[in-house]
């Protein structure tokens, strides 16, 4: 059951990180509802694996707003590149971490 519920959560991470680019609003929900799907367990741990997998896209996308903010505008970047980090990271869990909790949930109380 470990194994499979990490194998949910990057895959549900990847399938998020995909469709968010396209459809952004439902991006992170099928990510989250397709880890709970894989993790199974019912509903509380679908909405983990969503969470997670949520929570995983959020961290990444600021770090490469921190590097490429960096990158482009030198020392001023860092600072602002931090800021906007923090400031994304609180909006990308309430955006990203519930919209994924949600989907896994539903999957995992579909799929018990």
Known sequence: MADNFWVGVIVGWLVGLILGFFLPVVGPLVGGFVAGWIVRG??????????????????????????????????FGLV????????LVVAAF???????????????????
Do not use: D, E
């Open 42 to 75: 019912g509903i509380g741990n679908g909405a983990k694996a969503g969470l997670l997998a949520g929570i995983i896209g959020a961290i990444i996308i600021s770090i490469l707003i921190l590097v490429g903010g960096t990158v482009l505008l030198g020392a």
């Open 80 to 87: 602002a590149g931090v800021g906007t980090s923090i400031a």
């Open 94 to 112: 309430v955006y990203q971490g519930i919209l994924s909790l949600i989907g896994g949930a539903i999957a995992g109380a579909i799929r018990r």
